[in-house]
């Protein structure tokens, strides 16, 4: 039941952590939470579809197709999380004067949330689709086991959505006029990752290679499967043992993603 | 002859062929559950499942993570390893399906 319930924890844990941070980040802007919702809704029924499909997907390219495909979603999902962050650099300002304006939410800040709710989604659709066939798979276990695993499931997932509660929750305590600033940061660091996830996958289907391997081991001092640990890696991507070149992407990311973030803030005249 | 030659030397790490080792998975066991592959090079590894349900093939240690279908094959490419022991499991049978990776 244990094991059961950190798998399903771990799974959900990033998706949580991503719609509580974005939950935090669009604060300002009207019915924002039906459009996350239907987000993630989204997200769940293509993880099913994901799942359908999935040992189709993994015979393409040779052998390859899981990891192709992972690449897909998460070079997606980064592209859109940057769009975003770019997106509140040259508009973000703009947004939080009109918030502070008694009881005014932002229409026209939808534009900003397309982005936003499509990470979102491939967000839980990746790691939806991994949770699904992590679950069809306890399913044929006997049925004496299938109780504890269905309870075990259960409790990863709330601990998984309470997270992301706890992370919203925490959010909303910083004001309104460093919030942007805050999220800015938490959804840079979520690109980061994801972009340091997509270099993994590809260096396991040897598209890409991985150099010095591990780069470090902090394995000793901060365990990949420890509380903390696990919590880093879906904050900041954080791994124990990680290949140079994923490392490479990370900073890569994080440096092209900040640096446009500042060219669209400088575009900005004065006021 | 020699511009055939030529362009067979250019494809590099296809005639370089990586070690490939094999490893099954039979009623939620690795068989063989210890490997030795050699350090600092790349590994071909085929993980057989011969079980009726999937497994995912996961080890931190050696920084890679594989959904495998039943009764069908999954290539994952480990290293260049240090030599020392990693260690994977079968994430979806974490008590039985556990195994470690020797390189030397």
Do not use: C
Request: proline share 4%.
């Amino acid at each position: 039941m244990f094991a059961a319930a950190l798998i399903v924890f771990r799974e959900s844990l990033e998706a949580a952590l991503v719609i509580g941070i974005v939950a935090a980040a669009t604060r300002p802007i009207a019915r924002r939470g039906w459009w996350i919702a239907l987000g993630a809704a989204a997200g769940v029924v293509g993880a099913f579809g994901v799942a359908a499909v999935a040992q189709s997907i993994s015979q393409l390219a040779g052998g390859a197709g899981q990891e192709l495909f992972t690449a897909v979603v998460l070079a997606m999902a980064v592209a859109m999380l940057a769009w975003h962050n770019i997106w509140m650099a040259s508009h973000g300002r703009q947004i939080a004067m009109q918030a502070r304006e008694f009881g005014r939410s932002i229409v026209r800040g939808e534009t900003a949330l397309t982005a936003i709710i499509t990470a979102i989604a491939l967000t839980v659709l990746r790691e939806g689709s991994e949770t699904v066939l992590f679950l069809i798979g306890i399913s044929s276990s006997a049925a004496s086991s299938r109780a504890s695993l269905a309870i075990g499931s259960v409790l990863g997932l709330a601990a998984g959505g309470g997270a992301g509660v706890l992370m919203y929750a925490g959010l909303l305590r910083v004001p309104v006029s460093r919030l942007f600033h805050v999220t800015g940061w938490l959804i840079l660091l979520l690109a980061a990752g994801m972009a340091g996830q997509f270099a993994r996958v590809l260096i396991q289907a040897d598209v890409l290679p991985a150099l010095a391997s591990p780069l470090w081991d902090t394995s000793s001092w901060m365990p990949d499967d420890s509380v903390l640990g696990t919590l880093l890696r879906a904050l900041l991507g954080y791994q124990a043992q990680p290949s140079a070149t994923q490392v490479l992407f990370y900073v890569a990311a994080l440096v092209l993603i900040f640096a446009a973030m500042r060219r669209a803030q400088s575009r900005i005249p004065a006021a | 002859m020699k511009v055939l030659l030529a362009l067979l030397s250019l494809s590099g790490p296809v005639l370089a062929a990586d070690p490939e080792v094999t490893i099954q998975l039979r009623e939620h066991h690795f068989a063989p559950s210890e490997i030795k592959v050699p350090a600092g090079t790349k590994v071909r590894l085929i993980i057989d499942n011969q079980d009726a349900t999937a497994e995912e093939f996961d080890s931190f240690a050696l920084n890679r993570e594989k959904i495998v279908f039943p009764n069908s094959k999954g290539i994952v490419f480990i290293g260049p390893l240090k030599p020392g022991r990693y260690e994977f499991v079968g994430e979806f049978n974490q008590s039985t399906a556990k195994g470690v990776v020797i390189a030397e």
